[in-house]
Nanobody, 123 residues
Framework: QGQLAESGGGSVQTGESLTLTCQIT????????MAWFRQVPGQAREGLGG????????YYSNAAKGRFTISQDNVKNRMYLQMINPQPEDTAIYYC????????????????WGQGTQVTVSS
């Protein structure tokens, strides 16, 4: 059994740096990819980007490219999401997820999800 847990969310002002952490445990470590998503109430869950656990290949959605930086620490079994110059429109619940579908930022079945962490960006 494995799981993911997000941390680091909170309230920040526009432009303040913020880095989220995803801690992975157990069988999740054997997943091919893990990725970050976010969701605003009433909207679809949006894939931001992810990373191959073995190889460190990083990928981003077109909308997220240049606005976020993803990295991992294989020793600590963590994935990070750095928010670059966050704006109020970045307010959302941020999730990390693992499983092969996340290699394509899919939200389909077969994905293990964390519980999410709230990020609120104020002007």
């Amino acid at each position: 059994q494995g799981q993911l847990a997000e941390s680091g969310g909170g309230s920040v002002q526009t432009g303040e740096s913020l880095t989220l952490t995803c801690q992975i445990t157990g069988s999740v470590r054997s997943s091919e990819c893990m990725a970050w998503f976010r969701q605003v109430p009433g909207q679809a869950r949006e894939g931001l980007g992810g990373i191959y656990i073995i190889g460190d290949q990083i990928y981003y959605s077109n909308a997220a490219k240049g606005r976020f930086t993803i990295s991992q620490d294989n020793v600590k079994n963590r994935m990070y999401l750095q928010m670059i110059n966050p704006q109020p429109e970045d307010t959302a619940i941020y999730y990390c997820a693992a499983g092969r579908p996340t290699c394509s930022l899919s939200t389909g079945s077969g994905i293990i999800w964390g519980q999410g962490t709230q990020v609120t960006v104020s002007s």
